[in-house]
């Protein structure tokens, strides 16, 4: 196996996944000690398919309840650490590759848990979002998970802060929230949900994840209906007294969801407003706050605003890193990065927007909105020192590059007429002739 004195048990349990058994079973298969499968009623091949590639199998009679199976699984398991992944979730083989070394450094601090990055997938492979997750863990009765539903890894029934070792290096991939299977397990969820609010009438965290649900449903009438369980959690966050991830999701949340309203109606606007400053003043670290309300004033042209709160978004990530409980920015960096060039060119802070305009290009020289405005920060010089200028970005020998920045100067407009004749020295009839008249 590789890993030394490590035995590593795998365990997952499982409903109706022959579409994804067999990745769940074969990513990290090189490195397991066993891999166990605890199958909750399944209909289709899932069973067989597991038992083809070599898992132990096991039955349990699903009661409604994920922290109840999960440690039906755990307590199956003979290795000292568990890798309890979905079945619709996997790690990359350089992590693979990187986990057992991760493992023996928790072992060496005498640390039990490894906290890794999430990833969750859109349909086209893109990332979502990403958060933390706690996932691999010593094989230790003090570790197990409570809740029926979003459950969460426990130190006998308590935090598990002190017991965990950064290992955000590696990450686990998620499908299960794509379109095409989402719409299934959000009905399932709520379902689960609602008993707990019953159970829990007070728990902000079951609101939170009761507004997950119903807006993983895609309906208007699900975002409505999540709208309002974001909202009621709201007060019992702020006197709750604890600052927890899943408060701050549920607050991005309701926010992104109140923002295009905001835009337009100026009751939204103050409640927007109103949730940014409790929660500004509540947590500490959330720059994705700071992000949703530049970002607002970008759009409603408040320029000065949009500069800074853009920019102390962007430094307060830079304080508390990327791997805090912030979704949105991280997610969002080159639109953030556009509209904070467009406030500094708006308020006249031209030598600030070349150099986030020159950062944006050399990620992506394609996108024509960075470089129409890039052109506009030059409109008062020499034409021929602009595309000077340009040549260090842009290769003018090649014809792709040449018809780039010719659209980037027609777009510029009278900005960019300069520029547009000073670029004709390079171009070929046939590039020109497909430029408007009054362009050339």
Not at 18 to 32: C, D, F, H, P, T
Not at 199 to 213: C, H, I, N
Not at 289 to 303: M, S, T, V
Request: net charge negative; with cysteine.
């Amino acid at each position: 196996m590789g890993a030394g004195k490590i035995r590593l048990s795998q365990c997952m349990i499982v409903k109706n996944e022959e579409k994804n058994i067999e990745q769940a079973l074969s990513w990290g298969k090189e490195i397991m000690w066993e891999q166990i499968v605890v199958d909750t009623g399944s209909t289709d091949r899932t069973v067989e398919i597991a038992e083809r590639m070599g898992a132990k199998i096991y039955h349990f009679d699903w009661i409604d309840d994920f922290a109840a199976a999960k440690n039906f699984a755990i307590r199956q398991a003979s290795g000292n650490w568990i890798a309890f992944l979905d079945a619709d979730e996997y790690m990359l083989p350089e992590d693979v590759e990187k986990l057992p070394k991760a493992i023996k450094k928790a072992g060496k601090l005498g640390l039990e848990i490894l906290r890794t990055l999430w990833i969750q997938l859109e349909d086209d492979m893109k990332m979502d979002m990403a958060a933390v997750q706690y996932r691999i863990f010593k094989n230790n009765p003090a570790i197990r998970y409570i809740k029926p539903i979003h459950e969460q890894l426990a130190y006998n029934g308590a935090a598990i802060d002190r017991h965990v070792l950064d290992a955000s290096d590696l990450s686990i991939y998620h499908t299960g929230y794509m379109s095409s299977v989402g719409d299934k397990k959000a009905r399932r969820n709520i379902g689960i949900l609602l008993k707990e609010s019953e159970a829990r009438p007070e728990d902000p965290d079951v609101m939170g994840y009761l507004g997950d649900s119903y807006r993983a449903l895609g309906t208007d009438e699900g975002t409505a209906e999540a709208e309002v369980w974001y909202r009621k959690a709201l007060p019992y966050i702020f006197r709750s007294g604890h600052r927890a991830e899943r408060d701050i999701y549920t607050i991005a949340m309701l926010m992104v969801m109140l923002y295009m309203k905001a835009l337009t109606n100026a009751e939204a606007e103050r409640e927007f407003m109103d949730i940014y400053a409790q929660s500004a003043q509540y947590f500490t670290g959330f720059y994705d706050l700071e992000y949703l309300i530049g970002r607002f004033y970008a759009q409603k042209e408040d320029f000065p605003k949009g500069e800074f709160h853009l920019e102390r978004a962007i430094n307060m990530m830079e304080q508390y890193g990327t791997k805090t409980f912030n979704l949105l920015l991280t997610r969002d960096l080159p639109e953030t990065w556009r509209s904070l060039a467009l406030c500094y060119y708006q308020n006249n802070k031209m030598e600030k927007c070349v150099n986030c305009c020159v950062g944006l290009l050399k990620v992506d020289k394609t996108h024509i909105g960075t470089l129409e405005l890039l052109i506009r920060c030059f409109k008062n010089e020499d034409p021929q020192a602009v595309v000077g200028f340009l040549g260090k970005l842009y290769n003018l020998n090649d014809i792709s590059d040449r018809i780039l920045l010719l659209r980037g100067a027609v777009y510029a407009k009278l900005d960019g007429k300069g520029v547009l004749k000073a670029l004709r020295q390079y171009c070929t009839e046939e590039e020109l002739a497909v430029l408007n008249p009054e362009d050339v």
